[in-house]
């Protein structure tokens, strides 16, 4: 998320003291769990890049100073930078939403549930079928 401080005047210190706080009011009606916050900012700045988790997903180019992008993303050179992490409640569990999804999920990387990575899982269910395998059978049958 980039919030660019536009400076009219005097006024180049109005974001000073201003924190960001995102809700989702689909599972939250009443608004009263908070899914990201950022720290109050304490630095004057033309531009503040708030990089969450999926920043590392993010192909399209960070570009430098002025003129503004509204295509890519500031780099941390010309924009004050924070990284902002998922909420955490008070049991100290990050907060989890259900991901309904009716097309393909391509995971890069590890797949871990709890403590268990289902991809290393996956990979010692069934070894692998070469010419050193022997493989037992009660019947062929061929066409």
Not at 30 to 53: A, G, Q
Request: with cysteine; proline share 3%.
């Amino acid at each position: 998320m980039v919030l660019y401080n536009r400076t009219d005047g005097d006024y180049n210190d109005r974001t000073q003291g201003l924190a960001i706080e995102l809700y989702n009011e689909a599972n939250d009606a009443t608004l009263s769990n908070v899914l990201i916050s950022t720290n109050e900012i304490t630095t004057t700045n033309d531009v503040y890049r708030f990089d969450f988790k999926s920043i590392n997903f993010y192909t399209s180019g960070f570009v430098g100073g002025p003129p503004q992008s509204i295509t890519n993303i500031p780099d941390d050179v010309y924009a004050l930078k924070e990284i902002t992490d998922a909420y955490e409640n008070t049991d100290g569990n990050v907060s989890c939403y259900t991901i309904n999804t009716t097309g393909n999920v391509v995971i890069a990387g590890d797949l871990v549930v709890g403590t268990t990575n289902i991809i290393d899982e996956i990979g010692t269910k069934q070894p692998t079928i070469d010419t050193d395998t022997d493989l037992t059978s009660n019947t062929f049958a061929f066409a």
